[in-house]
């Protein structure tokens, strides 16, 4: 079985990209690796933090890796929260405290259209190969739910009346931005076994 690393310390992340690859993908955390400093996430862009991740792990440990980030870019905001979604609220911002911003942000606003971004950036000894999910949705007032993390409990995705936070973690890895990406991720790898 392939054995890729994913360069993450965010186990819930692991967590989710694990259910959609399922046995397919022997995936390795940083844990596993024995890494477990800092990433630099230092790109203006999701894209760019995604590559900078994916390289980063694997100029030190020299094996297959990827790496992603995720943003919420919000639209009355000009796109912000964006690629600084983890840290919208301050560098140790909670989940909470970052959603109690964008809340405070949009108060009076009608225009709650909004969409989470995923980029995963697949590193390899001869290429660099990046896969974006989207999926668009809505920023409710009050949030709702207890499952997910992030802004889940505020975001309801196109189509649906629950947010990522009420839905079962089945139903939001197939639908999130994240699995979307993981997907075609999953799709390349596995048409390209080596």
Known sequence: ?????????????????????????????????????????????????????????????????????????????????????????????????????LLDALKGSTNRKARFKTVIALKNSEETITFEGIINGQIIETARGNSGFGYDPVFVPDGYYQTFAEMSSELKNTISHRALATIKLTKYLLDNLR
């Open 1 to 101: 079985m392939r054995e890729i690393i994913f360069a993450t310390n965010n186990q819930h992340k692991l967590e989710e990209i694990t259910s959609i690859t399922k046995d397919r993908i022997n995936l390795l955390s940083l844990k596993d690796i024995g890494f477990d400093g800092d990433i630099p996430e230092t790109s203006d862009s999701i894209e760019g933090n995604a590559i900078q991740k994916a390289a980063y792990i694997f100029d030190r440990f020299a094996k297959e890796c990827f790496a992603d980030d995720t943003g919420l870019e919000v639209e009355a905001l000009n796109g912000a929260p964006g690629v600084w979604s983890a840290r919208y609220a301050g560098e140790n911002a909670t989940y909470q405290d970052n959603v109690i911003k």
